[in-house]
């Protein structure tokens, strides 16, 4: 299995691939992306943010306009957060599962950044979620990260399991959802970038 290379002391370049949560889409202050890089900064001063992440993406977006760019940026981290407009654009799980393993294959290949990826957050309890839909929508989403998992696995990089934790937190919890109810609310973001941060510390062994 591969293993992501040692990181030297010193800046990072930080590659932040994905869609409207690594945009801060429903936030005022940054999505996780900005707000991992906000506790990376005192660490490793002189550290550079490269935010390719877009609103509405999915993997085939990633795949085809976003690891390119990543890759010429010599990263020495890369975050991977997509998924979820794939299940609400109507892929299938084997055309998700492909881009996906392709986009691991390439940053494996043509990098040697450590590769944080997250799976997909068990947005099903959204209050823009109808009802009538919430169950089939949770088991997509379980469907979609066990194959997500499996391939990440596969590449040796590190999993950040956003699922379990939305899981838990976000039923009951409306405050974690900004006033579209479904994307997250700052206080959301907190929650993700706070919970993911000694994932991505542990994986730059800082």
């Not at 936030?27 to 877009?54: D, E, H, K, M």
């Not at 492909?98 to 799976?119: C, F, G, H, K, Q």
């Not at 040796?156 to 699922?163: C, E, H, K, L, R």
């Not at 959802?177 to 994932?199: N, Q, V």
Request: charged fraction near 15%; aromatic fraction near 8%; hydrophobic fraction near 40%.
């Amino acid at each position: 299995m591969p293993k992501n290379s040692p990181i030297a002391a010193g800046p990072v370049v930080y590659v932040a691939l994905g869609d409207s949560t690594g945009t801060g889409v429903g936030a005022t202050n940054g999505g996780y992306v900005a707000r991992l890089f906000n506790r990376l900064q005192p660490i490793r001063p002189g550290s550079t943010l490269v935010n390719l992440c877009v609103s509405g993406a999915t993997s085939a977006d990633v795949l085809h306009t976003q690891v390119e760019a990543g890759v010429a940026k010599h990263p020495q981290l890369v975050t991977l957060g997509i998924g979820i407009n794939d299940i609400g654009h109507g892929f299938t799980l084997d055309q998700f599962a492909r881009n996906y393993d392709m986009i691991l294959d390439t940053l494996r290949r043509e990098t040697t950044a450590a590769i944080v990826v997250s799976n997909i957050p068990d947005i099903s309890s959204a209050p823009s979620i109808p009802a009538a839909i919430r169950n089939n929508y949770q088991r997509t989403i379980v469907q979609f990260n066990q194959r997500l998992e499996e391939i990440a696995r596969r590449h040796g990089t590190a999993i950040f399991d956003v699922y379990a934790i939305t899981h838990e937190g976000l039923p009951g919890h409306p405050e974690y959802f900004s006033g579209d109810g479904f994307h997250p609310s700052d206080l959301g973001y907190e929650l993700w970038a706070e919970k993911m941060w000694p994932t991505v510390a542990s994986t730059l062994s800082i």
